[in-house]
């Protein structure tokens, strides 16, 4: 397995390195660990910064003792709106691409129970699910490169498995078997080398649609003492999917050699069920200070589950006869994960019912991302990959809000570290902005809040020397409104 490995990160996302050892398990193991967190209008409007507020279904993915601040029952429900546009650079040549999706961002129920004569001033539970991450977008680039060539790049990995007897373009289950069962890898006659035709001066193009994220279901209990200390604990339990559709061409655009156009495209799927826990406590000292702090467990993916289909296809001058098209049979991979745990400490101001403004800090370690095969050797060295990659993510929240009578009105920004030890190799750092407003009316509410996130990352769409890659810029949309009932 792992020379499945070393041909996986011919094809990483956008967020790989140029390590051709730097496969799809780490790849895999980043997207389970950034997280984005999605919910309703309110908390998206004030930049996520609810830690220490509370009062909001989204807290209990975040700091559960948000609950505790509840003194009715609550039902909230949350669509969204989506689109991305991406821009990118590939060789001087300048494209973009757009996508549009539907979600539910959050539901849920809060249902609280007041405690008269007692310190513990009431209970609450809380059942129903927010979103942690959207992985929905498209990119396409293209252009020229003078330098090498995709089919060039499968040439010294075939030779390697051919030596080690390890190369059936009868049965192709590999991407560089597939290039020499469609004729784009060939031997000279007397020679045990795999060559191609054309190992630079290409035209070439990559088109990559991804959807899914991760939902979480929540179980939350939280109660509140005194009015002052406010705890609670959740039971998470997140469902990610993930599916992304990659289309690869290449093309002579001078008909110098037999050469004249290849296509491969890949279909990989992979989904996820895990568990974790939290716990946090909101103290209020004073009527206008609120201190919060959390601890996520780690979570536990207990199986991940992938497939994987590729076809690859050759089109020459002169030649029809060696025209082909080939397909492998599915890929399947079985296998655990334990993410890192996360810090989030919070600190908010109350000015009377005018205005609340408030600050989340987050820290997690994505190096400390940890794989277990569900079959011996089946990930080789991704654990060390993970380490020599990835680093501690420092995530900034910060949060306003102005209320006049029924009427509130909210801002909001983040920033999001890179989780990449190198950000010259990449960065995927990222930065949102948010506006918000909301109105009550007796026990119903009704929020709308308008967000952007833009972040920058290089997408390498194989490894060469030098590995060739396009600068991307994402700028990201979400229109979300919130229905809310407390009673």
């Known amino acids: 397995m792992k020379r499945n490995i070393v041909i996986a990160a011919l094809f990483a996302l956008s967020f790989l390195v140029t390590n051709a050892s730097f496969g799809q398990y780490a790849e895999q193991a980043l997207r389970l660990s950034n997280l984005s967190y999605g919910g309703t209008a309110r908390f998206t409007g004030m930049g996520g910064a609810f830690g220490a507020i509370g009062g909001d279904f989204t807290t209990l993915s975040i700091n559960p003792a948000g609950i505790g601040t509840y003194k009715k029952s609550e039902f909230s429900f949350t669509p969204l ?33 007041p405690i008269t004569n007692s310190d513990l001033k009431a209970i609450q539970f809380g059942l129903g699910c927010n979103r942690l991450a959207n992985y929905n977008n498209s990119i396409y680039f293209e252009g020229f490169n003078g330098n090498t060539s995709f089919i060039g790049s499968l040439a010294p990995i075939a030779n390697r498995a051919y030596q ?77 999917s993930y599916r992304h559709t990659y289309q690869y061409e290449e093309w002579d655009p001078v008909a110098t050699t037999p050469f004249k156009s290849m296509r491969y495209e890949e279909v990989y799927e992979s989904d996820a069920s895990g568990i974790n826990g939290k716990f946090g406590v909101i103290y209020k000292p004073v009527s206008f200070l609120r201190v919060g702090a959390a601890i996520h467990t780690p979570t536990y993916y207990w199986l991940i589950q992938e497939s994987e289909w590729m076809t690859m296809s050759s089109a020459f001058n002169n030649a029809p006869q ?38 989340d800090y987050e820290w ?88 952007n996130a833009r972040s920058k990352s290089k997408y390498y769409p194989y490894a060469a020397d030098p590995s060739p890659f396009a600068n991307l810029t994402d700028n990201a949309n979400s229109y979300i409104m919130t229905l809310s009932y407390r009673y």
Not at 167 to 185: K, Q, S, W
Not at 343 to 359: E, H, N, R, T, Y
Not at 416 to 435: A, G, I
């Open 164 to 240: 080690n007897n390890d190369y059936d373009i009868n049965y192709p289950f590999y991407v560089d078997e597939l290039a020499g069962a469609v004729n784009l890898l060939y031997q000279n006659e007397g020679s045990d080398e795999w060559i191609a035709d054309k190992y630079n001066n290409v035209n070439q193009s990559v088109w990559l649609r991804q959807e899914g994220g991760i939902d979480e279901m929540v179980f939350t209990f939280g109660g509140n003492l005194f009015d002052h200390l406010y705890f609670g604990a959740t039971l998470g339990i997140p469902f990610m």
């Open 322 to 359: 060696w025209n082909k098209t080939m397909s492998t049979p599915e890929r399947q991979f079985e296998y655990s994960q334990t993410t890192p745990m996360r810090l989030i400490g919070s600190l908010a101001f109350v000015i009377g019912k005018i205005a609340i403004i408030s600050s």
């Open 81 to 113: 709106v989506y689109n991305t546009r991406s821009f990118s650079q590939y060789f001087g040549a300048h494209q973009q691409e757009f996508t549009t999706r539907m979600n539910i961002n959050n539901a849920g129920f809060i249902f609280a129970a």
């Open 364 to 451: 997690v370690n994505h190096s400390m991302n940890t794989l277990r095969p569900s079959r011996e050797n089946a990930m080789s060295n991704a654990n060390w990959e993970i380490r020599d990659a990835y680093k501690s993510q420092h995530i900034i929240r910060e949060g306003v809000e102005l209320h006049w009578n029924n009427l509130f009105l909210r801002g909001g920004y983040g920033w999001y570290s890179s989780p990449f030890q190198s950000e010259k190799v990449n960065d995927m750092s990222l930065n949102t902005w948010s506006l918000g407003a909301g109105f009550r009316a007796g026990a119903f509410g009704l929020d709308f809040a308008y967000q």
